[in-house]
């Protein structure tokens, strides 16, 4: 299943009030619109979204949840509303703008994931879209579309609209620091923002002490160090991992709280956090970066333990 994550960097947006947030937005299905080059004309019910028009909406100041979106003329069910976009931009890069803005205070910002390798940052580059809010019960919802070959969201009316009414969808994000109250006002509000996670929760220091270290390993001297070479750093030799693998192996419940760096199919490598060991099963459990957590014989897995 592929994810997405709004992107609601915006300071005045409703839920933008937190340490670290992934929204993710779940799609039931992966729709398909006709090329760019459609000759059908007006007809045409599965036009690209650059060729169908945007419904009129406008700016506005909220009581209790800052920016947000009305309806500038009324939208019938099921009408494109608006295509939802900003800048994409990968996975190391994300990482890399969630630690600089921690760093710089910033704590009112959401990042957003379409798949593994695509996050939506909507912080420099956007639209409209990113100011609509949150609503437990919401008006309108996403939808993932390729078009031309490329992934894009659009933005659905769910029930017909009034002029004037506020646009809103569920940001359904999944929160990794303290729950926020939802002030939507809508009356099946839920409370708290986003939904419960059917993962366990990470921590607000786990998560980003994950992010410290996947922006970390693509430094030259980590690189060196996860590749078995020797360097020198603060006038002291760092001995490389081929150095230490076989203890490493023999991961213990003394590893309890480490990051660790899993190598999986394809190359790719994985960050998690060893939580637990099982000494029944001799099995840790990992929790990934997503929250997805996994029982691992550590003594099968090609592993590495990261410390800077």
């Given amino acids: 299943m592929e994810y997405s994550v709004p992107v609601a960097h915006h300071l005045d947006l409703l839920a ?3 340490e670290i947030a992934i929204v993710v937005y779940s799609y039931r299905m992966l729709l398909s619109s006709c090329s760019s080059g459609c000759k059908c004309g007006s007809s045409c019910l ?3 979204f650059q060729h ?4 009129k909406m406008k700016l506005v100041k909220t009581e209790k949840c800052g920016s947000g979106i009305v309806a500038d003329e009324d939208i019938k069910h099921g009408e494109f509303v608006i295509e939802y976009v900003g800048e994409v931009i990968d996975d190391k890069t994300c990482e890399e703008r969630l630690w600089n803005m921690k760093h710089r205070g910033e704590t009112n910002f959401y990042l957003c994931e379409i798949n593994r390798d695509m996050v ?3 912080t420099y580059k956007g639209n409209k ?3 609509i809010n949150h609503s437990c019960c919401p008006n309108t919802e996403m939808q993932k579309w390729i078009i031309d070959g490329e992934t894009r969201i659009g933005i659905f009316a769910t029930r017909d609209i009034k002029k004037g009414e506020h646009l ?3 940001y359904q994000f999944v929160q990794f620091g303290a729950d926020q109250d ?4 809508a009356a099946g509000c839920r409370r708290k923002l986003g939904v419960r996670p059917t993962k366990p929760k990470m921590s607000s220091d786990a998560a980003l002490k994950l992010v410290a270290y996947q922006v970390a390993v693509s430094s030259p001297k980590l690189k060196a160090i996860l590749s078995g070479e020797d360097v020198y750093q603060n006038g002291g030799l760092h001995v490389g991992s081929s150095h230490v693998s076989e203890q490493q192996r023999t991961c213990s419940r003394n590893c309890i709280g480490e990051v660790i760096m899993i190598t999986r199919p394809m190359n790719k490598r994985s960050f998690g956090i060893i939580k ?3 000494k029944f099963s001799r099995k840790h459990s990992i929790m990934f970066e997503d929250g997805a957590v996994e029982f691992l014989d550590m003594t099968k897995e090609d592993w590495e333990l990261v410390t800077l």
């Fill in 168 to 170: 809103t969808y569920d």
């Fill in 129 to 131: 879209s990113r100011y």
């Fill in 52 to 55: 169908r028009p945007v419904k």
């Fill in 46 to 48: 599965n036009k690209p």
């Fill in 120 to 122: 939506i940052d909507a």
């Fill in 16 to 18: 933008c009030v937190v």
């Fill in 276 to 278: 637990r060991f099982d």
């Fill in 182 to 185: 939802c002030h939507c006002g």
